[in-house]
């Protein structure tokens, strides 16, 4: 409990040391306010190299990425396109066969020449 005028927190803190923490954290508030803008200015010169040098680094990495995704496209592609034309392929012997075997048989000549 907190006694009238005796100056003591319930915590058994002292008025004038949460006035100081206070007062502390206000100091230190305002100084990174001042501080901050000045530290970021300083660095800039070295960070924005540094932050080149990364995206540089990164737009290369996409564009090997692009290409080789472009190149499996085209292999895949390709693939696809063998297999359909194989499947086209067997269907036209499928039907070839099937139409020999509804013909009746034909004796064809031979030119000699």
Do not use: C, W
Not at 29 to 36: D, F, P
Not at 86 to 112: Q, S, W
């Amino acid at each position: 409990m907190r006694r009238a005028g005796s100056g003591v927190g319930p915590r058994g803190e002292s008025e004038m040391g949460r006035r100081q923490d206070l007062l502390t954290g206000a100091a230190i508030g305002i100084g990174l306010t001042v501080l901050v803008p000045v530290v970021v200015a300083a660095a800039l010169p070295v960070v924005r190299p540094l932050a080149r040098s990364a995206m540089k680094a990164g737009i290369r990495v996409y564009e090997r990425g692009r290409e080789a995704l472009e190149e499996f496209n085209e292999a895949v592609d390709d693939v696809r396109a063998e297999v359909e034309q194989e499947m086209h392929d067997a269907m036209l012997r499928r039907m070839g066969d099937e139409e020999v075997l509804e013909e009746e048989p034909v004796e064809r000549e031979v030119e000699t020449g």
